[in-house]
């Protein structure tokens, strides 16, 4: 038996990557530190401020874009994010 005109949530996704900026004037950058068991942390990686970032999220939110999750790699972040399909229907 159909159910007629139930609605079935699908989602589009999107991944972009943005390069961290680098500040003027400090030398050596970011610093990555493992442990002996392989837990790394990373040390000054926005050591030039969150603003480029805040930018990114609210251009990707006013496209209707949210966030689903973020990952460092060397001096770049990528991003995965996804938004509702429009109109999207299982008879």
């Known amino acids: 038996m159909k159910s ?6 699908q989602w589009e996704y999107l991944i ?3 390069e961290i ?11 990555i530190e493992c442990d002996q068991v392989g837990r ?6 926005f050591q030039g401020g969150v603003e480029w970032l805040e930018k990114v999220f609210h251009e ?3 496209e209707g874009w949210e966030l689903v999750q973020l ?4 001096q770049e972040l990528i991003c995965i ?4 399909k429009e ?3 299982k008879d």
Do not use: N, Y
Request: aromatic share 2%; glycine share 16%.
């Open 4 to 9: 007629k005109g139930k609605m079935m949530i």
């Open 81 to 84: 994010w996804k938004r509702r």
């Open 71 to 74: 990952g460092h790699h060397h």
């Open 16 to 18: 972009t990557i943005h």
């Open 40 to 45: 790394c942390l990373v040390h000054d990686a």
């Open 21 to 31: 900026p680098e500040v003027e004037g400090k030398p050596g950058g970011m610093r």
């Open 60 to 62: 990707k939110g006013e």
């Open 87 to 89: 109109d999207a229907r």
